[in-house]
């Protein structure tokens, strides 16, 4: 079963960076984290897709975060970034770290760590 550890998060002001993090451990297959990524949920909204990254560095973004935030993978590829630059109010939300074998399939689900941006 695969666990997710999130770190990062925080209040940052309008303009600011931040980096989340976030390892998975546990016993699983490879192709269960295939793929890792952030999804965000903003109050009010259901859960949206942020920026996610396959093993073999394909990689998909959220049209609003295209050019502010970039995601990476480390390099035993069981780790996931979001460095997230010239933050914007609109991108507070709780940030969710996923794995999964594909695109679009979730198959575990971080606890959520809180993004505040606000000056």
């Known amino acids: 079963q695969v666990q997710l550890e999130e770190s990062g998060g925080g209040l940052v002001q309008p303009g600011g960076s931040m980096t989340l993090s976030c390892e998975a451990s546990?016993?699983?297959?490879?192709?269960?984290?295939?793929?890792m990524g952030w999804y965000r949920e903003i109050p009010g909204k259901q859960r949206e897709l942020v920026a996610a990254m396959t093993r073999d560095k394909i990689t998909n973004y959220e049209d609003s975060v295209k050019g502010r935030f970039t995601i990476s993978r480390g390099r035993e590829g069981n780790t996931v970034y979001l460095q997230m630059n010239n933050l914007k109010p609109e991108d507070t939300a709780v940030y969710y770290c996923i794995t999964g074998p594909q695109f679009g399939t979730i198959g575990v689900w971080g606890q959520g760590t809180q993004v505040t941006v606000s000056s």
């Open positions: 546990g016993g699983f297959f490879s192709t269960e984290i295939y793929v």
